[in-house]
């Protein structure tokens, strides 16, 4: 027969309450007191839930995705099913879209440096990964299906089969990003912000169909690609920065029909697309400059 000690058994019960001011006092610096009972819990605590400032930046970028589809099928998919279709609003609607995506792009730039900055949140990693999954997966490829729906000259199941590749090389690549070390201060695979605003610069030239899906597979190649990309971190983000804001500028003059309007926002576009495809040549160059110069070192240190 077991007896039981009436006092461990209060004691046992006691934790519910008691261990909460005991780690008050463990957090406060008493670790002498405390280091014992802390390593027999510490597998217990669970995650911390409380957001940080770039957690709430994060959940911005978010945000600004899934308005980017709502305005999207608000102001330019619903009005072409149910024929009341007007070019403005239609214009109006898919300018908003892009300027969200622009937006989740500030986010998701802000959220890394202040993060850098001030402490983070266990969930950081997690709440950044599924936003960028919504603003620059979603998103884009919802919009690109759409266009499939609406333009004159498209298809749509190659529109959507094209949506859907936009989609898995985003998924694939925050994948990627998660589980495979990168060389610092580089990215490997064109970055999601990038690529999706790559996407619907393609889109918005209003080039024939054809070239369209292609640019757009391109792309989607290149997200999950081994090209490296630079981080955004000092000038290369205040450049970034100022871009975002000038593409805004451009989609706002077309959308409400200013003088050049349409010129500027083409021209914007245009400026995108190549970058989009120089970069990867410029980092191929490099590689393979960096192959041949460890080729010479290899030779010269085996005649040596």
């Known amino acids: ?31 002498n007191e405390f280091d014992e009972y802390a390593d027999d819990t510490d597998d217990e605590m669970p995650l911390s839930t409380r957001l940080s400032i770039a957690d709430t ?36 609607s898919a300018a908003t879209a892009v300027v969200l995506m622009l937006m989740a792009a500030v986010f998701d730039l802000f959220d890394g440096l202040v993060a850098r900055k001030l402490r983070s949140s266990a969930m950081g990693a997690e709440l950044d990964n599924l936003s960028d999954l919504i603003s620059f997966g979603l998103a884009p490829a919802y919009f690109v ?34 589980c495979v070390p990168m060389r610092n201060g580089m990215f490997q695979g064109m970055p999601g912000p990038f690529g999706a605003l790559t996407v619907i610069s393609i889109v918005l ?44 500028g451009m989609l706002a003059s ?34 393979v400059n960096a192959f041949r110069d460890n080729r010479r070192e290899a030779r010269a240190a085996a005649q040596s």
């Open 1 to 31: 027969m077991t007896v039981i000690d009436p006092d461990a058994k209060a004691a046992a019960w006691a934790p519910a309450k008691d261990r909460q001011a005991d780690y008050a006092e463990y957090a406060d610096g008493d670790y």
């Open 57 to 92: 930046l994060t959940l911005g970028n978010a945000t600004c995705g899934f308005m980017a589809v709502y305005f999207t099928t608000t102001g330019v998919l619903i009005p072409h099913l149910t024929g009341s279709e007007d070019g403005g609003m239609a214009r109006h």
């Open 145 to 178: 299906a759409v266009w499939g729906m609406v333009a004159d000259d498209a298809h749509q199941r190659i529109s959507v089969v094209a949506a859907v590749v936009v989609l898995l090389a985003v998924v694939l690549r925050l994948a990627r990003f998660s």
């Open 205 to 248: 030239l209003g080039l024939p169909f054809v070239p369209t899906a292609l640019g757009i597979l391109g792309v989607a190649w290149l997200m999950v690609s081994r090209v490296e990309y630079p981080k955004p971190r000092g000038r290369l983000a205040v450049a970034m920065l100022c871009w975002i804001v000038l593409s805004m």
């Open 254 to 287: 077309w959308a409400f029909d200013a003088p050049g309007g349409e010129l500027l926002l083409q021209t914007g576009c245009a400026l995108q697309v190549v970058l989009g495809a120089v970069i990867p040549l410029f980092a191929t160059a490099r590689r």
